[in-house]
């Protein structure tokens, strides 16, 4: 026996169990990795992808290549020299030959309006590439907007590797031609709007569902398994129904000749239909309606392991039924709480089906601007700059949630 | 209420005439008429089943009696909610509120009933002192041990100096040693406050270490409410003399009663004779209950001629260190048990044809099993 340990004394013994363990390491690695591989795939590499096109800035630098290289060497103040207006002229007629130049003049657009027409009509009007020495003056007597500072500046700014411009869009900033950040115009300015809107309704639609659903949680938990098992169909139900035919139920259900305002009307409460649809009254009742169940479940599980010991405990030591709820049974609630609400918060932010279908148009949530970008004028950069304004306020949420959750560790007895 | 109900001044708790049913079919608790004295330590002990818990928890208010009174002092506790009875509770599994550290689990009964906190403060230190647990006061209960926790759960329940402490098999979940070593402890608590406690168990030795009195029930009823030693040498019927400790049953019909003795034809042949406690009379049918200790075992057919004799067979002999168990076949029961002091089996063998002998007052005569 002691043999044994004198043959392995020199081998140091944590040594010895980490060889030991790596099987069975290797093993677990072995049951996730599809799994891991699948997410990377499907969910890390489509985020990575978006954050980066939010920033990417590949067209004018693809279609303009020789106008990016002479800008390099321009400071920026007034007009760039004659080499800058020859190498544009190169380009323009290779990208027209190409049919290319949609691209950066679409890029172009979004800097100076009307850029798109000022490319496309010197690219045609362009006939041969100019004598050397007269290409500015060539290019500016096609447009005369070549002679103006900002539409050089715009090429300069657009110019690449990377850019902020579709960042800061997507907070109402931009930068004057001098580079410096400054507020969006009035009219470009809505995503702010927009934000705080699908913010507020993700709040609003998390309250709702935490008042609703806590009740029901509670009641699920401790009613007899055979009645509890009749109840949790019912908050399944929706689960098993397609979402737009639930959308859709609503609007049948609230339209202004739908079934609440005719009963309503009927039983002679009010003369003329409410507007209960196409508002945002609707949007938190559909909202809330579909996500109802990710809120009641985790509550459910956590209360389920609540033993129905405490509240007898409480009272028997002199606690009367409110003082033991507050400060016995909620307390221990808290993690369910926290993970429903996060849960509901973050799938209400991202909601677009519903919103849009019940919605007025003040009332569309930021996942229909980035769905209109990505499909309506195929702006990639825009909608991921959203994209990833979305998920990083999503983070930060997420993250103070789980400070706070951590933070509040003990309330009551002594302390409170 | 009726005038003839008001309890005397020693009794803390009554039940009066208490029935509950669940299902309104089947009654948990028959008919329970229970006095509890103050500063007794009673015990509810029964099996599964038998309406011991339920009692309990009318008696805590967390059910309600189907009908009947329940009294605590002079004042009827049937409408009293939970929180306002004044009863310190412990619970089987400890039931400590896992979100609280171990000083305020303590210091809640009083901060719920608004005592200042620094009166507070020394009061749970004084808890917590007298269990010996100051050291552990801001830690969280799955930070404690099984034995700890439970002790945490006593001065929870004795820091507010509730008029009655109830107990639900509070050591059910711990090992032996501590549960011995618990026992201990409450009982000292118990002697050095001077508290009423009422206790439910289902194991019999941690009644009679404990109580001063020991409620048996069976069926939703008291069968018997004595003191340990009374329960175990004088039980009025077959069920606890089976219930408390070991029983040897023999089956037969009372010939006749003189003197509260009863001679009884057992059924397998042969005469004995026994105190009549529970027997109808002439002709009924009965079933002897005799102790193991109280039976001496003989090789011969001598001795006193007033002991009860009967043939029997040795079949085993147990060492168990201090006494040697002998299990014999005794005509009408083939699992007759004798306890044999130490060194007092020296001569038997297994097979061998003995005389069992028990002296009348030890072998009772009950109800039919």
């Known amino acids: 026996m002691t043999a044994a340990f004198v043959a392995g004394a020199d081998v140091p013994l944590k040594r010895r169990l980490r060889r030991a363990e790596r099987a069975r390491q290797f093993r677990a690695l072995g049951l996730v990795l599809p799994l891991l591989l699948f997410l990377l795939f499907t969910f890390v590499g489509p985020i990575a992808g978006m954050i980066w096109r939010s920033v990417d800035d590949w067209e004018v630098p693809q279609v303009l290549p020789h106008t990016v290289a002479a800008l390099s060497s321009w400071n920026g103040q007034g007009l760039p020299d004659e080499p800058a207006y020859a190498a544009l002229a190169r380009d323009l007629q290779a990208a027209r030959a190409s049919g290319s130049i949609g691209v950066a ?30 290409a500015k003056d060539t290019l500016i007597g096609i447009n005369p907007a070549w002679g103006e500072h900002a539409h050089w500046a715009a090429i300069r700014s657009a110019s690449g590797p990377v850019t902020s411009y579709y960042l800061l869009a997507a907070v109402d900033l931009t930068r004057d031609p001098d580079g410096a950040i400054i507020a969006s115009p009035e009219d470009q300015a809505i995503y702010r709007d927009v934000f705080g809107r699908t913010f507020a309704i993700g709040f609003g639609v998390t309250a709702l569902c935490l008042i609703l659903g806590f009740p029901v949680a509670y009641l699920l938990a401790n009613l007899p398994t055979a009645q509890s098992n009749l109840l949790m169909i019912f908050v399944l139900l929706p689960f098993w129904t397609s979402l737009l035919v639930r959308t859709c139920a609503w609007i049948v259900i609230l339209q202004s000749e739908g079934i609440v305002n005719g009963s309503l009307q009927w039983l002679g409460l009010i003369d003329e239909p409410l507007r209960l649809i196409y508002n945002r009254f609707g949007v938190y009742m559909a909202m809330t309606h579909v996500l109802l169940p990710f809120m009641i479940l985790p509550l459910y599980s956590v209360m389920r392991s609540i033993s129905p010991a405490y509240m007898r405990a409480a009272a028997s030591l002199g606690a ?58 195929v702006n990639w950069g825009l909608a991921s700059a959203l994209g990833a304004v979305l998920l990083l306020s999503t983070l930060v949420l997420a993250l103070v949630y789980g400070k706070l959750a951590l933070g509040r560790q003990t309330t009551g007895g002594l302390k409170s | 209420m009726d005038g003839g109900m008001i309890a005397t001044t020693q009794s ?3 039940f009066v005439g208490v029935q509950k049913t669940y299902d309104g079919e089947h009654l948990v608790v028959k008919s329970l008429d229970l006095d509890i004295r103050k500063g007794e330590f009673l015990t509810l002990l029964g099996p599964s089943g038998s309406g011991k818990t339920t009692c309990l928890m009318m008696l805590a208010g967390f ?11 002079d004042r009827s506790i049937k409408n009293t909610p939970p929180h306002k009875r004044d009863i310190g509770m412990v619970f089987q599994n400890y039931a400590l509120f896992p979100h609280l550290t171990i000083e305020e689990n303590v210091a809640f009964p009083l901060s719920v009933r608004g005592v200042p906190k620094a009166e507070a403060k020394s009061r749970v230190a004084d808890a917590l002192k007298m269990i010996k647990l100051e050291h552990v006061a801001t830690r969280h209960p799955g930070q404690l041990s099984g034995g700890q926790q439970q002790r945490v759960a006593l001065a929870r329940a004795l820091v507010f100096n509730p008029a009655l402490v109830l107990m639900d098999e509070p050591l059910g979940a711990l090992d032996k040693r501590l549960r011995e070593h618990m026992q ?11 508290i009423t406690v009422v206790y439910v168990t289902h ?13 048996v029930f069976n069926d939703g009823i008291v069968q018997q409410i004595d003191r340990p030693d009374a329960l175990y040498e004088r039980p009025v019927n077959s069920f606890v003399a089976n219930f408390i400790g ?5 089956n037969g019909t009372v010939e006749n009663i003189e003197h509260g003795y009863a001679r009884v034809a057992l059924d397998a042949g042969g005469s004995v004779l026994a105190l009549a406690v529970n027997v109808a009379g002439p002709g009924a049918r009965t079933s002897l209950s005799v102790r193991p200790e109280r039976v ?12 009860n004799r009967l043939p029997a067979t040795l079949t085993d002999l147990i060492y168990l260190g201090d006494h040697t168990l002998a299990m014999l076949a005794v005509p009408g029961n083939d699992e007759f048990m004798v306890k044999l002091p130490a060194g007092a089996h020296a001569g038997l063998a297994q097979g061998q044809a003995v005389t069992i002998a028990f002296r009348p007052e030890d072998c009772r005569a009950l109800d039919p099993v």
Request: proline share 6%.
């Open chain 2, 184 to 194: 201990l402890e409450i009982k000292r608590l118990h002697e050095t406050m001077g």
């Open chain 2, 203 to 215: 194991d019999q030795g941690e009644a009679l270490t404990m109580s001063d009195r020991i409620a």
């Open chain 2, 63 to 73: 059910e309600v009696p189907t009908h009947g009174e329940i009294f605590l002092g």
């Open chain 1, 320 to 377: 009367p039924p409110a003082t033991a709820f507050f400060r016995i049974y909620l307390p221990q609630t808290i993690p369910g709480i926290g993970a429903g609400c996060l849960l509901v918060f973050i799938l209400a932010i991202g909601y677009y089906i519903t919103p849009a279908l019940v919605g007025g148009a003040g009332d569309q949530m930021i996942s229909a601007f980035i769905a209109f970008y990505t499909t309506e004028t």
């Open chain 1, 105 to 134: 003049a679409k890029r172009l657009n979004y800097v100076v309006n009307g850029y798109r027409t000022v490319l496309t009509s010197t690219a045609r009007n362009l006939k041969a590439l100019p004598e050397p020495g007269t």
């Open chain 2, 296 to 307: 001496a075992i003989s090789t011969g057919d001598d001795g006193d001629p007033a002991f």
């Open chain 2, 12 to 14: 803390l708790v009554r």
């Open chain 2, 246 to 250: 070991e029983s040897n049953v023999l």
